[in-house]
């Protein structure tokens, strides 16, 4: 059973910035791509940034220029630095792999922006 950890939400004003890290214990090999996800409260999931096993990344508009997701495939690390946190990027963010077979989900982190 593949398992996600994820790390460094908390409260950031806005303007800040944080950095999450998603530690995976899956084999490169089984892996088809990496990504997080945020869910505010009343709506739903949605997709913030994606890296492919090659290295492409894809990100939502709204965080573009802002996140940059990141991977450290030695340490089965996933990163997503956050700059320029915006009140609206208020959510719990979660970590997902996509294996050959199906996909698998962090436990969540929050993050709050606000002053």
């Known amino acids: 059973q593949v398992q996600l950890v994820e790390s460094g939400g908390g409260l950031v004003q806005p303007g800040g910035s944080l950095s999450l890290s998603c530690v995976h214990s899956?084999?490169?090999?089984?892996?088809?791509?990496m990504g997080w996800y945020r869910q505010a409260p009343g709506k739903q999931r949605e997709l913030v940034a994606r890296?492919?096993?090659?290295?492409?990344?894809n990100y939502a508009a709204s965080v573009k220029g802002r996140f940059t997701i990141s991977r450290d495939n030695a340490k089965n690390t996933v990163y997503l630095r956050m700059n320029s946190l915006k009140t609206e990027d208020t959510a719990v963010y979660y970590c997902?792999?996509?294996?050959?077979?199906?996909?698998?989900w962090g436990q969540g982190t929050q993050v709050t922006v606000s002053s």
């Open positions: 997902n792999l996509e294996g050959r077979e199906r996909d698998y």
């Open positions: 890296i492919s096993i090659t290295g492409n990344t």
């Open positions: 899956a084999s490169i090999f089984t892996i088809n791509g």
